[in-house]
């Protein structure tokens, strides 16, 4: 039970991660930064929420298993933005923090591990589905606040577009709604056109 504990007390820790992306805060007193743990679980909701929908075959357990620990790596390496220039150094991070995890001895570090390490490869569909969920979510979100992060970092359309293009591999249906918005965010000027 103590290395339950101190495991459990560790990746707890996600809730303290701020990542870029702001959310309502519910009490009409603006914008707060979303953390990682709410990112985590939004993005299992949405997941749950797609598969229905959108009648999409794979392996559900395994797809929320990746929902949810996908972002542990954050708690060692901190959050980047997809934009950051300096994004690529944040793999070896990430990949470090969790192999330090499985100094607490519980088979769930190890597995963990083991749905980054399928989540970063992008070759089964169940780690393409998670990262199109991925982009989805934080591109709403930028949407439902006015591109106040797109605003902040100087994105443009075509850094948009190019961070998406998975999305469109994999899910046109998707893609072709986004495009509608960026066109929307660029004529709010939430983008800049390029």
Known sequence: MDAL????????????????????????????????????????????????????????????????????CEIGAGDKSIFDVDRAKQTEKEAAYLSELNRYKIKFATETLDLWQEYEAQETRESQWVKVVDRLLP???????????????????????EINQMVAYRSPEIYKW?????EFAVNKGWLVDD
Do not use: P
């Not at 949407?143 to 948009?160: A, D, L, P, R, Y």
């Open 178 to 182: 986004m495009l509608k918005k960026v």
């Open 139 to 161: 591109f709403m979100m930028n949407i439902n606040t006015q591109g106040k992060t797109w605003m902040e970092q100087g994105v443009s359309k075509t850094q948009v577009l």
């Open 5 to 72: 504990f101190d495991f459990l007390m560790e990746v707890d820790q996600l809730k303290s991660v701020y990542r870029r992306a702001y959310v309502h805060d519910g009490l009409d007193k603006g914008f707060r930064h979303e953390n990682s743990a709410e990112h985590s679980w939004h993005l299992a909701i949405a997941i749950l929420t797609l598969k229905d929908e959108m009648h999409l075959e794979f392996d559900l357990l395994k797809v929320i298993k990746m929902t949810l620990v996908h972002d542990i």
